[in-house]
């Protein structure tokens, strides 16, 4: 089993920034792949980003291309993901997951049935 914490959501002034962090523990003897999905209530959850588990590619929304940046942590399967120029549109709860998959970062990686792990999610709101 992995387990899964985020952390850093808040709210936010449009155009602002967040940080977004994510750490897994348990079965993590193996680098990961992970990603960023983001759900808002009564609607599916939507892809934002993922990297591959060397952290050597990394795949992006075309909502958030440009202003979000996906990282690996120094710590074995963290990840970060800074937001910037936030949007009211951002607003929603993101969660983290886990990929199993030893690819490099692409279009598979944007399917929420293609990671069976997950975090509880943190909130981030956008509003003046």
């Known amino acids: 089993q992995v387990q899964l914490v985020e952390s850093g959501g808040g709210l936010v002034q449009p155009g602002g920034s967040l940080r977004l962090s994510c750490a897994a523990s348990?079965?993590?003897?193996?680098?990961?792949?992970m990603g960023w999905f983001r759900q808002v209530r009564g609607k599916e959850r939507e892809f934002v980003a993922a990297t591959s588990w060397t952290g050597g590619s990394t795949y992006y929304a075309d909502a958030v291309k440009g202003r979000f940046t996906l990282s690996r942590g120094n710590a074995k399967n963290t990840v970060a993901l800074q937001m910037n120029n936030l949007k009211p549109e951002d607003t929603a709860v993101y969660f983290c997951?886990?990929?199993?998959?030893?690819?490099?970062?692409?279009?598979?990686?944007?399917?929420?049935?293609?990671?069976?792990?997950w975090g509880q999610g943190t909130q981030v709101a956008v509003a003046s």
């Open positions: 348990g079965r993590t003897d193996s680098d990961y792949a």
């Open positions: 997951g886990v990929n199993l998959r030893r690819e490099g970062a692409g279009p598979r990686m944007a399917l929420s049935s293609e990671y069976p792990y």
